[in-house]
């Protein structure tokens, strides 16, 4: 498997609500952070996310996290 695409070297700070949600782990999706299926072929799958409160959540946008789907502060590195 190769390294994920990068998306954006900055996290992808939302406001959530309560739901699932799937992390884009690949940086194909054109819908990011979340997946839209774009992984397709790459070794990649999405993260399930559960979240259970309203919540602002940075969500990592270079996919190089060692914390996903958080950011971890990789990005500054990159």
Known sequence: M???KIAQKAPFVKEMKPGTYAWCACGHSQGQPFCDGSHKGTGF???????????????????QT????????????L
């Open 2 to 4: 190769s390294d994920a």
């Open 45 to 63: 799958s999405p993260m399930i996310v559960k979240l259970e409160e309203i919540q602002k959540v940075a969500w990592c946008g270079c996919k």
């Open 66 to 77: 060692k914390n996903p789907p958080y950011c971890d502060g990789t990005h500054c590195d």
